[in-house]
């Protein structure tokens, strides 16, 4: 059985919704998760867990500082053999996000990225999140899992 961690920043509450329909779709198919605010969170709790999710806003292309410090601090772990995915929240017409460059970070640190960095969009700064994007951040979770089998 996959234990699953889904690490999000948030600063208005769009990307911790997200999360958790990312839960939710995980959930369904039997998976055990748990959702961690990444101010929270401590690097080395991942160690707990065989699947890391993680999320953020994306602020100024790229991800949120509070979520770029967590990444540097899981760079002392060893975390090879673990597997992950990553999402990120963005005005809905922008091209670039924070999902690039956690994904860059998730690979560097060992872990096998098993679907592509995916982007939610939002519709300005504080929100609220595009209709129809939450379930399809359900349907990212559940493509996760799928992987995992
Ligand atoms: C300081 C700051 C910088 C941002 N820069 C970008 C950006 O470069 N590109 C983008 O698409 N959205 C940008 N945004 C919009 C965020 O992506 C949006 O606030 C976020 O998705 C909302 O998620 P949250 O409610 O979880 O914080 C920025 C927002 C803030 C507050």
């Given at each position: ?93 922008e091209e670039v996000g924070a999902a690039v460059a956690m ?16 982007p939610f969009r939002v519709e300005a700064a504080q929100g ?22």
């Amino acid at each position: 059985m996959h234990k699953v961690v889904i690490i999000y920043d948030t600063w208005y509450g769009n990307t911790a919704m997200a999360a958790e329909a990312i839960g939710e779709g995980m959930k369904e198919a039997g998976l055990q998760v748990e959702l961690r605010r990444v101010k929270d969170v401590k690097p080395e709790d991942v160690t707990a867990f065989d699947v890391i999710v993680m999320g953020s806003p994306t602020h100024a292309g790229d991800m949120s500082e509070d979520m770029r410090s967590f990444v540097t601090g899981l760079k002392r772990l060893t975390l090879e053999g673990k597997k992950g995915a990553v999402f990120d929240t963005r005005y809905v017409n922008e091209e670039v996000g924070a999902a690039v460059a956690m994904e860059i970070s998730m690979r560097e640190l060992g872990i096998d990225v098993v679907v592509p960095g995916t982007p939610f969009r939002v519709e300005a700064a504080q929100g609220p999140i595009v209709d129809g994007e939450l379930p399809k951040c359900k349907e990212f979770g559940r493509a996760i899992v799928r992987k995992l089998e």
